[in-house]
């Protein structure tokens, strides 16, 4: 996939915007656990956090590489649900609009509109 169709690969605002909490049974020391427990932190009795989205939101400790020019996550295999789900799209074709505050608050222009005569490889 070219980073004209995965902006992400130079993006990374969410990573540095939002509380990235999950049911702590996504942690690898739950049994079919995967997220690595030793870079999360306990929220309350159910929830975990990736390190450095809680209590202070500031950037996920598992991102890696410089906000808004390349960047990657070096657990994406393992990565928590909520981050699989996040998109930077809605199934409408308009960006997301969680995505475009997290790109306006480190400088990035919202992404354009998906026109629907664009067939995307997955
Ligand atoms: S803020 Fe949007 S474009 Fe940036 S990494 Fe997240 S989903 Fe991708
Ligand atoms: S786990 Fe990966 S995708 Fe999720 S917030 Fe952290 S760096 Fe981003």
Do not use: K
């Not at 070219?2 to 939002?18: E, L, Q």
């Not at 996504?26 to 306990?42: K, N, R």
């Not at 998109?87 to 629907?116: K, N």
């Amino acid at each position: 996939m070219s980073d004209s169709i995965n902006p992400c690969i130079r993006c990374g605002a969410c990573c540095c915007s939002f509380r990235v909490s999950f049911y702590w049974g996504e942690s690898d020391d739950a049994p079919g656990g995967y997220v690595p427990h030793a870079l999360t932190v306990q929220v309350t009795s159910t929830l975990s956090a990736m390190q450095g989205t809680h209590p202070v939101v500031t950037r996920c400790v598992a991102l890696a590489g410089e906000p808004g020019r390349d960047v990657g996550c070096t657990i994406y295999p393992n990565r928590p649900a909520v981050c699989r789900e996040f998109a930077a799209w809605q199934d409408d074709g308009l960006p997301d609009p969680r995505c475009t505050a997290a790109r306006e608050r480190i400088g990035l222009a919202a992404l354009p509109a998906l026109s629907h005569d664009t067939s995307e490889a997955g």
